[in-house]
């Protein structure tokens, strides 16, 4: 795993070793690219290996992504910046919703499972906002301490999800946050798993299925309460022991990546 501090140079060697097919000839090809457009800031090179390898290397493909990711970044202050995972909000987060990573653990290369449920049925401290601020943070973590990772499997357990929780969601964040996740996304998300999918989790995959495009809506499964159909796709070995994995509490897994994003604290405020 690297640190925040890690040099470039390491850090491009050990990718290119993780990935042949990883050149430097592309990397400068992005990086002119990048630099010529003036509405973009100034990219860490790290994060150009980030978006080829999410781009499966293809460097104009790359390019349109980094364009995309910060159009969304620009409009979506609320959610991509002012990073701070000790910040009051994000405690609420944390007591609120569990969001864990619960491959571990892995390889350099192995995909990250990234696992969601409620934590109390109440919605009141339920803020969607501040629930997606924490889950990008999350994924900001995972990419500066992994590198490039085969890709993500996204479950989200909707047990308690209420009709209350759905009437706390602003739809014009859901849209563009869809959007990102369609278009902007640094590294390859590769399946999106429901669980308890009852009627609360119909209705609001129905209110977002206008702004769901194919690829995404292809690689959604839903899956029934209590349906162990779930482990043909997901390892049981390392899935939350509440949902019948062999794995840890997600209970233990969310605080695990807490206490690790809020060791990286100071790295995480350097990114406004």
Not at 142 to 149: K, Q, S, V
Not at 245 to 266: A, L, W
Request: one cysteine or more; hydrophobic letters at 40%.
């Amino acid at each position: 795993m690297y640190e925040p501090e890690t040099s470039y140079d390491e850090f491009l060697k050990k990718e290119m070793e993780k990935h042949p097919e990883l050149n430097l000839n592309d990397i400068e090809l992005l990086k002119k690219q990048v630099e010529a457009n003036k509405e973009l800031p100034l990219i860490n090179e790290k994060f150009l290996i980030i978006f080829l390898h999410g781009s499966y290397f293809i460097v104009e493909n790359a390019y349109k992504t980094i364009v995309a990711n910060y159009r969304y970044r620009k409009e979506l202050p609320q959610i991509f910046s002012k990073f701070d995972p000790s910040a009051a909000e994000m405690k609420k987060v944390f007591e609120t919703v569990s969001l864990s990573v619960v491959t571990q653990p892995c390889s350099s290369n192995t995909e990250r499972i990234i696992y969601t449920s409620l934590k109390t049925p109440n919605a009141t401290n339920y803020d969607f906002v501040e629930v997606s601020k924490y889950l990008v943070m999350m994924m900001e973590y995972l990419i500066i301490r992994n590198g490039t990772f085969d890709g993500v499997i996204l479950a989200m357990n909707s047990k308690d999800f209420s009709l209350r929780h759905i009437s706390k969601t602003p739809i014009r964040v859901l849209k563009r946050l869809l959007g990102f996740i369609q278009e902007a996304l640094p590294i390859r998300l590769k399946q999106v798993h429901i669980l308890d999918a009852g009627m609360v989790a119909t209705t609001m995959f129905n209110i977002a299925k206008p702004f769901l495009k194919g690829p995404l809506i292809a690689m959604l499964q839903m899956y029934p309460e209590n349906s162990e159909e779930v482990f043909e796709n997901l390892p049981v070995d390392i899935m939350p022991s509440e949902i019948g994995g062999k794995g840890k509490s997600h209970y233990e897994y969310c605080e695990e990546i807490y206490k690790n994003m809020i060791s990286h604290r100071e790295w995480f405020l350097s990114l406004d």
